[in-house]
Every structure is written in C-alpha cells, then in structure tokens.
C-alpha cells in the first residue's frame, strides 16, 4: 500500500483549499480533516472530541459514511457514529487501515490543524507512518492572524473555542502565539525526518502558479505529473467532502471553503501580505510581532 501524505500547517494557511486541488489527483484520495493524532484510539477520539470542539470529529463522521455508504446523509452518519462506537477500542492504526482498505491503491491525503499543536500529535502519527510524507505549508502571519481572528468572529463568537490564557493587552490565543507555536512545532518534528520526507512551500506561492507547484509537488511524491494529472487537481470542487454535510456532521474542513470550494484565481490575486514591521491590526495596542516570530517569518521568506 502507498505510504500517506500529510499536511502540517498551523489553521488559516490555506489548508482546506491545497489539500482539497491535492486530493483530487487520480492517484490521491483526498480526506477531510480526521483529528486522529492526539490519542491513541477511536474511543479516545470520541470522548475529546465534544462540547466546544465537537464539530472536530465531523470529518472522520463524513468520510466513514461516504466510504460505507456512498453518501453522507444524516442517516448515514448516524449509523457511521454507531460504527465507531462499536469499534472504540481500536487504535488509531486500525482506523487508517480500515480507510486505507476501502480507497485502494490510492495515496491517503490528510490535514488536520490541530495535529500541529502539539508536536508529540506528529510524532505519534510518524510511529504509525514511518515513511508517510509531509507537506510543510507556509502563509504570512499577519494575513493568517487576520484571517483566525475573522473566522472567531463569525463562527466561535471571538474566540471561544479552544480556551487559551490570556497574556496582559493580548486576546487568548493570540495568532501570533499560535502561528509561532505551530510552526516551531513543526520545526522541530520535521528535523527528525529523513531528508525528503517533507517539502515546505509558501501557500501564496502555490496559490499564485498552482500548475507548475502542484507538478513539482508530484514528481516529489514519484506520481502522475502530467497535464491530465494537473487538471483534475484544479477542481478541488469536485471532491464528495467540499460542502456541507448534514445537521449532525456539518463540516470537516474549514466552513469557507466548504461554502465555495472552487478555486478563485481572482480572489487570491487581491491578496497582499503587508510588512512584518506593520502594527497588529488585531490588536488593541499597536503593538509589533515578537523578535523570535520575526525571525521565523523571515525564514520563511516573508518580508
């Protein structure tokens, strides 16, 4: 069987929409987002995955009844929810065995942000995929703090979800905290990989030359790079998880995308990263980014 593909990136990197052009590749089967990575079985995830954060465990609720019943009916996830009730004590290893079974010969490709939290999640997900791949995204931090911070606003009312302690003149959970923690999260496990194994790419880079990055990121991963190849990884719309799902397991993927899954050529084009230097505009302070996010951005090749 073909060793996974995963996507690590702190949230609002453009997760949802590159994973969604990846998935749609002939030799790639697309996942929503699983939340897998931070416990050891399908129990576990069941009992951590509720009340604020209970729309996290939507993503594997759709992909089990699309997998078991070509549809993700209300009706369907309900029975997909007894499946996994039934089956709590497997490990998170079964789980992906058992998906992996039913999409064939096809590459699993999964993002889950909250995977990156915690870079013990990524390492328990490299002892059950020693040789997976890993797809290092990149987006400015002020453009992904803008972004959190919106998304807060309009679906977690400000912030709610998630907790986090609040520092003196800063919002919990502050994106630049979290943008930083992530990506040094990410830093840190990827230096144990064996070279190759993971690729970093600017998302707006992507985003700004989709065909000629997505071909270089298939003749990374050894598959298909041809114009054909190329065209279906377009159309991210076209995959059975870019919409909504039903009342119960509504979504698995970032809600705007979810909403407009299309690749907007246009709508990216008016998107632009300010100075590091700026002053936060989600803050109330005026205050700048830390030296240490400073320097990582930098790293990055962000200015």
């Given at each position: 069987m073909p060793e996974p593909l995963f996507i690590i990136a702190p949230p609002r990197s453009y997760t949802s929409l590159i994973g969604g052009m990846i998935g749609q590749h002939p030799q790639i089967y697309g996942l929503p987002e699983l939340n897998l990575a931070h416990t050891e079985t399908l129990g576990g995830v069941m009992a951590t995955l509720k009340g604020p954060i209970a729309p996290l465990i939507a993503g594997i609720l759709r992909l089990l009844a699309e997998l078991h019943e070509g549809e993700q009916t209300e009706d369907a996830v309900v029975r997909a929810r007894a499946w996994m009730m039934k089956r709590a004590h497997w490990t998170v290893d079964r789980v992906f065995q058992h998906i992996q079974e039913q999409v064939g010969d096809r590459i699993l490709l999964e993002k889950s942000p909250m995977t990156v939290m915690n870079v013990e999640h990524m390492r328990r997900r490299h002892r059950i995929f020693p040789r997976a791949s890993y797809l290092h995204l990149t987006r400015h931090p002020v453009t992904t703090g803008t972004s959190l911070m919106s998304l807060?606003?309009?679906?977690?009312?400000?912030?709610?979800?998630?907790?986090?302690?609040?520092?003196?003149?800063?919002?919990?959970?502050d994106p630049e905290n979290q943008w930083r923690a992530c990506h040094e999260n990410i830093e840190a496990f990827t230096a144990e990989l064996e070279p190759g194994q993971c690729l970093r790419v600017k998302a707006e880079l992507l985003l700004s030359d989709p065909?000629?990055?997505?071909?270089?990121?298939?003749?990374?991963?050894?598959?298909?790079?041809?114009?054909?190849?190329?065209?279906?990884?377009?159309?991210?719309?076209?995959?059975?998880?870019?919409?909504?799902?039903?009342?119960?397991?509504?979504?698995?993927?970032?809600?705007?995308?979810?909403?407009?899954?299309?690749?907007?050529?246009?709508?990216?084009?008016?998107?632009?990263?300010?100075?590091?230097?700026?002053?936060?505009?989600?803050?109330?302070?005026?205050?700048?980014?830390?030296?240490?996010?400073?320097?990582?951005?930098?790293?990055?090749?962000?200015?």
């Open positions: 807060r606003e309009t679906m977690f009312a400000g912030g709610a979800v998630g907790g986090g302690e609040a520092a003196p003149g800063r919002p919990a959970r065909e000629g990055y997505l071909a270089q990121i298939c003749d990374w991963l050894g598959i298909d790079s041809s114009p054909e190849a190329i065209e279906a990884m377009m159309h991210p719309e076209t995959s059975p998880f870019a919409c909504l799902g039903p009342p119960s397991a509504k979504f698995g993927n970032d809600p705007n995308y979810l909403k407009n899954p299309a690749l907007d050529r246009e709508r990216i084009k008016k998107v632009k990263a300010p100075p590091l230097d700026t002053p936060i505009t989600w803050r109330s302070d005026g205050s700048h980014f830390a030296p240490a996010t400073m320097k990582l951005a930098r790293q990055f090749g962000y200015g």
